[in-house]
């Protein structure tokens, strides 16, 4: 499996932003996939989750109602709104080919993507 994330940049508080990430090498749909983040200084943190089928989200307590993720075919997403200074992070997409029963570890998946950045100036 392999992993591209993209839609980073620079924001104002309170903007948006669209990540995505494109995966290929295996068959999608048997993915479940999240999105992670790491500032400077800090450990990576899970964000946000999203099942195989697409019909079950997870989120962190601090992005729940300010962040979507869904994905269709080909794609996942992470649809970031009301964006915060504290939001400023690399970005990370994830995909998991093993069943797990957590969503928020970094052991619950088995690819990674590169990474793109958020920038949320104040």
């Known amino acids: 499996v392999q992993l591209q994330a993209s839609g980073g940049g620079l924001v104002q508080a309170g903007g948006s932003l669209r990540l995505s990430c494109a995966t290929s090498?295996?068959?999608?749909?048997?993915?479940?996939m999240g999105w992670f983040r790491q500032a400077p200084g800090n450990e990576r943190e899970f964000v946000a989750a999203v099942s195989a089928s697409g019909g079950s989200t997870y989120y962190a307590d601090s992005v729940k109602g300010r962040f979507t993720i869904n994905r269709d075919n080909v794609k996942i997403f992470l649809q970031m709104n009301n964006l915060k200074p504290e939001d400023t992070a690399v970005y990370y997409c994830a995909a998991r080919t093993v069943p797990q029963t957590g969503w928020g570890a970094l052991s619950d998946y088995d690819y990674w993507g590169p990474g793109t950045q958020v920038t949320v100036s104040s």
């Open positions: 090498g295996r068959a999608f749909s048997r993915n479940a």
